[in-house]
């Protein structure tokens, strides 16, 4: 209640803050009207009026605005009996009512909500998330722990406020938003806006040692401090998984068949590696800005609890659902939008993944073998050609531009031997392998690794580059499998690495977004205000390969040279290979996203060395 409390009165504050700015305002245009004129009375105070005008406009929309319920799968008694006996057993030991609604969500989280009413006079339905991969890691014992103290908010009666802080931070944000940097009123509105935040972040911290009180009174303190220590870990584990199981295939039109399956597979299968993580205690950096206290913090407490006998349950978390696995692609049906995407089972997904990176890899190769010879569908037949006729470091030179043609050759057998693993793949003479517990491996149809490392040096001189192709064709592999298929650079799973305002691209005024593949140029206004919120909005409409496919969209690659003229603000003139020839030219009023012109001056400076050396 202390928190809702000071919600209320900071939130009071904010208005009568507004109010009195309001007064002095007003005071302000009658003196100016008196001692100088109207005009410029009304002139300096409608900006200021605007400003404090829009805290009604925040108001407003915070009273209409309601916390929505998070998205996820909704379980019912009927659906999980024990899960649901045991969060109604611990209701009953923390003492409070039990949760009207159990979600099972696509996070590592727990967390609890209420639809209280009259500023929390009046209770609500109440909410218990579980974060599936809670469910996949945890012990019962732990989950015990992890649910008691999100109950535990229910019975400090924090969840009853929890609507009212949210409005509060909501109103100050939609006030803050619309007032210009540069208003005088918009200064007392933030001041006041960090002494809020300080004051709610505040409480909100003194509210999760209160709800650990809760965890451990129901598990004791080594199951707590277990528990939150767990957490991390499975994050780390999420985070991981995502990143080099699944994001990748997402971005190349893949989706597999069971995301959460996978990763209970995979946290099975890497138990070694996540105890090692257990291990090793966190770096923690926290502030008064934070909204929970620090694990050192909060374990201390913990450990400081009196130890009382309590039942052991070390059974997975996932024990507590009828089939964990159903629940899984249950919950994969009612969250994830897989869109055009092709589903695929996990063996399946990873090796079209894997070839499909290998593809993209290759195409970006075969393009500038196509710009070298003239060929329209060039492959790996027409590179071995390119050896063959000894000219093989006028193409790697493109690729290590640091060192000379004859030894770049040379470096150009590990992108020949990731050809030979595309060639193979494609001619069905090796196969990948997939693996949870380690990556994805090249094997023939008996399962022994294939390794074309040998064959590839030997690809690469022009004395030796026959025996290559024997050799190749000796185990299966065909030469014209490996050939052209994005004749066109794309942005697909390309990032945004900077972005620049106000420039103008060949004499137009534009706004520039770098991504990590190219450039994409955006038709701007001649006007440069609020270039950073332009800027923002374009990153936040979408991914990446959108943007480039709205606008303009320039790949590095087919930058063949590039003059640098000034460097502040950036001048610079891009010739492609076609002959084309774009300027780049900055002005001093623009706008950037972070360091985005050292990021720009970087791509110019790899393009020149690229093309110089």
């Not at 009512?97 to 967390?111: F, G, K, Q």
């Not at 989950?143 to 609507?163: C, D, I, K, P």
């Not at 940097?181 to 004051?199: D, E, H, I, K, Q």
């Not at 650079?489 to 190219?518: M, P, Q, W, Y």
């Amino acid at each position: 209640m202390l928190r809702a409390a000071a919600s209320v009165v900071m939130l009071l504050g904010f208005y009568v803050v507004a109010l009195l700015q309001l007064l002095a305002v007003l005071a302000l245009v009658a003196w100016i009207s008196v001692e100088w004129s109207a005009t410029i009375g009304i002139k300096l105070g409608l900006p200021l009026l605007f400003a404090v005008g829009a805290t009604a406009v925040g108001l407003w929309r915070a009273i209409r605005t309601r916390p929505e319920p998070m998205h996820g799968l909704i379980v019912a008694p009927h659906d999980a009996p024990e899960l649901w006996g045991l969060v109604q057993a611990l209701a009953t030991e923390v003492g409070t009512r039990t949760p009207d609604e159990i979600r099972l969500v696509p996070e590592v989280n727990a967390a609890v909500s209420e639809d209280a009413r009259l500023l929390g006079l009046i209770g609500g339905r109440r909410r218990l998330y579980l974060g599936m991969p809670l469910l996949q890691a945890l012990s019962v014992d732990q989950l015990r722990s992890v649910v008691a103290h999100e109950l535990g908010h229910y019975s400090g009666r924090h969840t009853r406020l929890g609507a009212v802080a949210y409005r509060g931070r909501l109103a100050i944000g939609h006030t803050i938003g619309r007032i210009g940097a540069w208003n005088p009123v918009g200064w007392v509105f933030r001041g006041y806006a960090r002494l809020y935040l300080l004051v709610d972040n505040a409480a909100s911290r003194r509210q999760e040692l209160d709800a650990d009180r809760a965890s451990v009174r129901v598990a004791g303190p080594d199951v707590a401090t277990s528990a939150l220590r767990e957490l991390p870990v499975i994050d780390a584990a999420w985070d991981f998984y995502f990143g080099a199981y699944v994001s990748w295939g997402w971005e190349a039109g893949f989706a597999p068949d069971d995301i959460f399956g996978g990763f209970g597979a995979l946290v099975a299968a890497r138990h070694e590696e996540l105890a090692k993580m257990r291990g090793e205690e966190p770096e923690e950096h926290r502030s008064r800005w934070d909204t929970h206290p620090s694990n050192t913090e909060r374990i201390a407490a913990m450990r400081a609890a009196p130890q009382v006998p309590h039942p052991v349950d070390g059974r997975p978390a996932g024990a507590l659902l009828p089939s964990i696995a159903v629940a899984g692609v249950a919950l994969q049906q009612a969250v994830v939008e897989v869109g055009s995407r092709q589903v695929l089972p996990w063996p399946q997904f990873t090796a079209a993944v894997a070839t499909a990176r290998l593809q993209r890899n290759a195409d970006r190769i075969f393009r500038s073998l196509g710009r070298l010879t003239g060929v329209p569908d060039p492959g790996l037949g027409t590179l071995f050609d390119l050896v063959a006729a000894g000219r093989l470091g006028e193409l790697a030179e493109e690729f290590h531009p640091d060192v000379t043609r004859e030894e770049a050759a040379v470096r150009f057998a590990a992108m020949m031997d990731m050809l030979f693993v595309l060639a193979a793949v494609r001619s069905g003479a090796a196969y990948w392998r997939h693996s949870w517990s380690a990556p994805v491996t090249l094997t023939d149809a008996d399962g022994a690794e294939v390794d074309f490392e040998e064959m590839a040096k030997l690809a690469v001189s022009p004395d030796t580059v026959e025996q290559a192709r024997a050799r190749l064709a000796g185990a299966g592999v065909r030469v014209e499998a490996a050939a052209i298929v994005e004749r066109a650079a794309t942005a697909t799973g390309a990032g945004v690495v900077g972005a620049l305002a106000n420039f103008k691209i060949d004499g137009v005024h534009s706004d520039v977004i770098l991504l990590d593949r190219g450039f994409v140029f955006v038709p701007g206004p001649k006007s440069t205000d609020n270039g950073k919120d332009r800027l923002k909005a374009l990153i936040s409409s979408g991914p990446a390969e959108e943007l480039a496919k709205r606008y303009h969209f320039l790949p590095y690659e087919e930058v063949a040279t590039a003059t640098i003229t000034k460097r502040s603000p950036v001048r610079a003139e891009l010739r492609l290979h076609g002959g084309a020839v774009i300027a780049l030219e900055g002005r001093w009023t623009g706008e950037e996203l972070g360091k985005s012109q050292d990021a720009l001056l970087a791509v110019l400076d790899r393009i020149v060395q690229r093309s110089t050396d």
